[in-house]
């Protein structure tokens, strides 16, 4: 009997303490005699049970969180049932089952891009490969390119970066151009600050982004491609460079890629800190070594991009999802999804919510759905009061919204918008004036400064919610806020600033009582600003 | 603006000393970093990064080197440097403290923890104690949002933080510290 545990080892699971469990794991198993091989894997999602370990005997597997070091060899002796020992206490089993199902935070999830996240070890392209990895490549390398858009486009696969521009279209842009030389460049820069889908897939399932981006060099006929990962995420970039590494000793890379004739190589760029080179044209100028500001658009980069040449640019999850799409159909990642929107997105559901994680759901699931029925509704008992979708380009929706799909069009009919996949949950105790003069003061001192109405506007609307969090708001202050956010929502020169007004124009919409009560009681009905105390 | 959750930038002095004029070949560890970036047009931001990894900060006089030995102007140079947030003109501290400041950080409790922090290490964000042991930063999600608050120290993530918790990190780096031959 050879056992198999697994412990995820992602930046989340590292931060609570991952690496002391495993360590104490190992020291355990040799103590206990048992054999038994530690495997890192990625994150499952369920990082509220973080560290987690799953141990797998004989076909059936347990999953047990969280489990500091304290506890590895009461684990390891229970779990194999060794003399003298008490089974493992039911409060640290999480699943049972393979599927995971019995958890309810795993059972209305569909997984599509972290299928194999905690899964499978992302440092071994055979774990990969045993899942299944690049037989999406292979299908792909069989068909004509123009083939591969046309299963892109029937798919409905859109830009899991924010916008959700169809990305089948964008890749037939591309591919007519007549310029012989084009580029891709993945965008892993992730600028939301309270998201971490696109870390999570890189760092447990590197190969799946690298093999979606052969396809898409397939289908475009690109030469080189660009990774363009945020500073902040060490681990992440590690992963990639390994598996990179790794594609071109086995083929996947490098030239003529499984002897279809197709040459392509990817370099990774580590950003430097500046969430305005999410932006795409600003990406660019930063893959070229220059300052990353954006600039106007046309032409777009599948026209002009990198050093002028047509350039086909996605994020990561869309990426991702390509390779699922070659091997399970078109038709079957379209039917997963709404009419207009296709397949799965990821979301990192974070703040005031019971099960904090990663989670992956069908388009058109309801925020309800998502908020409550997989992470369990609101810590400690209490009340629901805002969920912000979408980072400091989305909006904060209220429980009347709750019923809304997740979904582009729906999204942005409320005035929040799908975004890369922030969704952070307040309660009671956030006072939404004071998050929204905090998503303010992000994107204030995040704006490159190019241009004016964004330079000056967020300045402005920054200073009259400082105001209004000091008590000392004016009785036209809502209205001066609402001429600002509307200039600069409709004159900035990129994405950053004519979204930026985004957060102010949500909570005045749905939490205007909070304002007004700022301004003409000095009162902070959540009871968070100080000086109203 | 002082306010929790602003990144504030550091920025070159006016003033700043670039150091004697370049009459010296760059120091070795410095050519070994530049000599594989030679006339690579996407190199620049990878030239400062790497120096930063050398040195722990953008000493002025490397800048100079670079751009003499790679020929680009100076003002550009630093015009990139300035330009992200990643760069920094001064030594760190040997413990470099990083308290996430990005959204699911702040609404579980980054501001009381930056605070804290400040107050028990007597500094501002964006400084580095007197005894140069602390560097306190602020940093926009470290993609730990599920453990929330998070804290680094070193590129250690620590989740799950509380203001407590955060002094006591102090007071364990500080001892690990001092324990140190
Ligand atoms: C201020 C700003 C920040 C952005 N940040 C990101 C980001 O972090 N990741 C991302 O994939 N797209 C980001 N985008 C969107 C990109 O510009 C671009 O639309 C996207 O990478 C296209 O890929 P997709 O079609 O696969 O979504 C940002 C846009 C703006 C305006
Ligand atoms: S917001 Fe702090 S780790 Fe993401």
Redesign the pocket.
């Known amino acids: 009997m050879t056992a198999s545990i697994r412990v995820g080892t992602s930046t989340c699971g590292l931060a609570a303490g991952a690496e002391e469990t495993v360590r104490a794991l190992q020291a355990a198993a040799a103590q206990l005699d048992l054999p038994a091989e530690i495997k890192r894997t990625g994150c499952l999602g369920a990082c509220h049970r973080e560290p987690l370990v799953e141990i797998s005997t004989n076909g059936t597997s347990v999953l047990y969180g969280p489990m500091g070091p304290a506890h590895a060899r009461e684990l390891l002796a229970g779990h194999f049932g060794l003399p003298g020992a008490e089974r493992p206490s039911e409060e640290w089993v999480v699943s049972r089952a393979a599927d995971r199902r019995d958890y309810p935070y795993f059972a209305p999830q569909v997984k599509v891009t972290t299928v194999n996240c905690g899964v499978i070890d992302p440092l071994s392209l055979d774990d990969y490969l045993a899942a299944g990895g690049y037989e999406g490549l292979r299908r792909a390398l069989a068909l004509a390119p123009e083939a591969v858009i046309a299963a892109v486009q029937q798919s409905k696969l859109?830009?899991?970066?924010?916008?959700?521009?169809p990305?089948g279209v964008?890749w037939e842009i591309c591919r007519n151009q007549p310029d012989p030389l084009k580029y891709l460049?993945c965008?892993?820069?992730?600028?939301?600050p309270g998201a971490f889908m696109?870390r999570t897939v890189i760092e447990g399932d590197p190969h799946r982004v690298l093999e979606g981006m052969v396809i898409a060099a397939w289908a475009i006929g690109a030469r080189r491609g660009y990774v363009y990962v945020?500073a902040e995420y060490p681990l992440a970039v590690k992963h990639l460079e390994a598996a990179i590494a790794q594609a071109r000793e086995a083929g996947y890379l490098g030239t003529d890629i499984l002897g279809a004739g197709l040459d392509f190589d990817i370099i990774v760029k580590e950003g430097a800190g500046a969430?305005?080179?999410?932006?795409?044209?600003?990406?660019m100028h930063s893959i070229e070594g220059k300052r990353g500001a954006?600039r106007m658009r046309p032409p777009y980069p599948a026209e002009s991009g990198l050093w002028g040449h047509p350039t086909n640019?996605?994020?990561?999850?869309?990426?991702a999802s390509v390779p699922s799409i070659m091997t399970g159909g078109a038709a079957w990642f379209a039917g997963l999804g709404t009419a207009q929107s296709g397949g799965t997105k990821t979301f990192a559901l974070t703040g005031a919510v019971r099960l904090t994680g990663l989670v992956e759901v069908p388009i058109g699931m309801t925020l309800r759905e998502v908020i409550f029925g997989i992470g369990g509704g609101i810590r400690e008992d209490g009340t629901f009061k805002a969920v912000q979708i979408g980072g400091?380009?989305g909006g904060c929706l209220p429980a009347a919204l709750l019923e809304t799909p997740v979904d582009y069009e729906p999204l942005r009919a409320t005035g929040a918008i799908m975004g890369?996949g922030g969704m952070v949950v307040v309660d009671e105790e956030t006072c939404m004036v004071d998050f929204t003069r905090y998503f303010l003061s992000f994107t204030q001192s995040?704006s490159c400064g190019k241009c004016v109405p964004c330079r000056i506007g967020t300045r402005k609307m920054l200073g009259i919610l400082t105001r209004l969090t000091r008590g000392e708001g004016r009785p036209d202050d809502l209205e001066r806020l609402e001429r600002v956010a509307d200039t600069v929502r409709t004159t900035s020169l990129?994405?950053?600033g004519?979204?930026a007004p985004n957060p102010v124009l949500t909570t005045l919409k749905y939490f205007r009582d909070e304002y007004t009560a700022h301004i003409h009681e000095r009162r902070c009905p959540a009871g968070a600003c100080a000086a109203l105390r | 603006m002082a306010q929790t959750g602003t990144a504030q930038q550091t920025r070159p002095r006016k003033t700043m000393y670039l150091g004697d004029p370049l009459a010296e070949p760059p120091p070795p560890e410095l050519l070994a970093v530049l000599d594989p970036l030679r006339g690579r047009d996407d190199a620049l931001v990878t030239v400062l990064q790497r120096i930063q990894g050398l040195y722990g900060y953008l000493p002025a006089r490397s800048v100079r080197y670079a751009a003499r030995e790679l020929g680009v102007p100076l003002a550009r140079m630093f015009g990139v440097a300035t330009f992200y947030n990643q760069f920094r003109f001064t030594p760190p501290g040997r413990i470099r403290l990083q308290v996430c400041c990005g959204t699911a950080c702040h609404v579980r409790g980054a501001p009381a923890i930056l605070q804290r922090l400040k107050d028990t290490l007597g500094i501002p964000a964006d400084q580095t104690t007197p005894d140069g042991m602390f560097t306190l930063q602020t940093v926009f999600c470290v993609g730990g949002c599920s453990l929330a608050p998070v804290v680094l120290s070193n590129g250690q993530a620590h989740g799950r933080m509380t203001a407590v918790g955060a002094e006591w990190l102090v007071r364990d780096l500080r001892a690990a510290e001092e324990g140190k031959p």
């Open positions: 859109r830009g899991r970066g924010g916008a959700g521009y990305t964008k460049v965008n892993a820069d992730e600028g939301d696109d945020r969430f305005v080179c999410g932006e795409e044209t600003a990406l954006p640019i996605n994020n990561v999850e869309t990426y400091p380009s890369s995040e990129c994405g950053l004519t979204t």
